[in-house]
């Protein structure tokens, strides 16, 4: 299952704000975000670079237009995720399968994390730890987001600087912990409620 989206900005600006997913390992590269489990890959791509790339003729309302494409592909054991003896081509032109491989790529998209922005609020704390964990946050949110950060500590193991693995788990553990504080949430940001919006319209249109 598959939609492309013409969006505001570029495709790739918003790869950051797509972050963890359970159960997945989240790989990014330059014009492409991976998620992939053995079972299923989830991806978003630019479009446009993908079809020049391969030599596509490509619509000409995407002309001068940024258009990310998001995918859901099953991968293998097909009938054990789905519950049939067997899926075909034929299947796919059942509407009530079809409705419910529609649900299944946008609660995909729903099950990973957003990333979002985070203000100062005093009215919520009831301990100094509390104070402490969103002092940290801001100064995270300095660097980056919570997917950024987490990034950046897996360079950081590549080049060696860790100890051992238990540093690294300790510190992305630390990390999510700090993310996931009761900060006063500005909500996600407004990439993120323009991809919302388009998945929900996918669903709601095909209904």
Request: hydrophobic share 35%.
């Amino acid at each position: 299952m598959a939609q492309s989206f013409m969006v505001k900005q570029e495709s790739e600006a918003y790869f950051a704000y797509l972050g963890h997913c359970n159960h997945y390992s989240r790989l990014q590269q330059p014009h492409t975000l991976y998620y992939q489990n053995g079972q299923r890959v989830k991806l978003f791509y630019n479009k446009v670079e993908e079809g020049k790339r391969a030599g596509y003729q490509l619509p000409n309302v995407w002309e001068g237009k940024n258009v990310l494409r998001y995918e859901l592909r099953y991968v293998r054991n097909l009938t054990k995720q789905f519950n049939r003896s067997e899926v075909t081509l034929e299947t796919l032109t059942d509407e009530a399968f079809y409705m419910g491989l529609i649900d299944r790529w946008a609660g995909g998209y729903a099950n990973i994390k957003k990333q979002q922005s985070y203000n100062l609020d005093l009215s919520i704390m009831k301990s100094t730890k509390d104070f402490d964990k969103q002092i940290y946050l801001r100064g995270l949110l300095s660097v980056g987001n919570e997917q950024q950060i987490l990034d950046m500590i897996e360079q950081a193991k590549r080049e060696g600087v860790f100890e051992n693995k238990m540093q690294v788990k300790r510190l992305k553990d630390k990390v999510r912990e700090v993310f996931n504080c009761p900060a006063d949430c500005n909500g996600n940001a407004e990439l993120v409620a323009e991809l919302d919006q388009k998945v929900k319209q996918v669903q709601r249109f095909y209904r």
